[in-house]
């Protein structure tokens, strides 16, 4: 795809012509636009985006990135509660939406009107580097092993991605989960408290927290 892309990038100077570009192979040349997106919470590794065309904003997001490395295009991931995008962190910073055809945004606000969900502050969503990234595809494959009660499997890839990144809170998030779901409420309480502090917008760790005090009795107000 890269050696593809590139030869349509011939004479293309300017990164938002070039983005442009990218997102047109993609979509058109190669034909994603004609597959369904899936669901943000369904695993899609980059095999699949690239062998079955199957993507969501994850993998359509991770192809992007993977891509732009080797064309020379500085592209990184940017993740909040629920969605992944992209971010050109060149000279000058302009998002594309990769579950609207690679749609080119200069800020991030269209989210307030774009996304379905609850969470569409702008502000909410963090640029992330490489090995955040890999511990995002990482705990979202736990999360899908998880809901598949693979638990021990789930349990190796959120500490794997603990160990690209140690402060994602998303992985600190499954742990906790999974220990709960052990019976290991304590430090279940513990692992829900770090990926809070680590991102006080995480809903889920709120959520898992209070269920969690509140089955051994404990019903005081979190703050």
């Known amino acids: 795809l890269a050696t593809e892309a590139r ?14 570009v990218l997102s047109n192979f ?33 993998g359509m997001s991770l192809l992007y990135v993977a891509l732009g490395d080797r064309l020379g ?9 629920g969605h992944v995008f992209v971010a050109y962190s060149g000279t000058g910073t302009f998002y594309l939406e990769t579950t609207a055809g690679g749609r080119l945004e200069p800020t991030r606000e269209y989210l307030r009107q774009y996304l379905p969900f609850p969470c569409t502050d702008p502000t909410a969503y963090v640029s992330l580097n490489p090995r955040e990234s ?3 595809c990482l705990t979202q494959m736990g999360l899908a092993m998880q809901r598949d009660q693979r638990v021990e499997l789930a349990r190796s ?13 998303e992985a600190h998030g499954g742990l906790a989960f999974l220990l709960a779901a052990d019976g290991k409420r304590a430090e279940a309480i513990t692992t829900f408290e770090r990926a809070i502090s680590l991102n006080p917008d995480f809903r889920e760790g709120y959520g898992g927290l209070g269920n969690t005090l509140a089955a051994q009795g404990d019903t005081r107000i979190v703050k």
């Open 7 to 20: 030869g349509q990038l011939q004479g293309v100077t300017a990164a938002v012509d070039a983005a442009n």
């Open 26 to 58: 993609l979509y058109n040349g190669v034909g994603y636009a004609n597959s369904a997106v899936l669901s943000a919470d369904v695993f899609v590794g980059l095999d699949q985006v690239l062998e079955g065309r199957q993507w969501n904003c994850v």
């Open 73 to 81: 295009i500085p592209l990184q991931m940017v993740a909040g509660y």
């Open 134 to 136: 890999v511990a995002l």
């Open 157 to 169: 890839l959120f500490t794997l991605a603990l160990d690209f990144a140690p402060n994602y809170a």
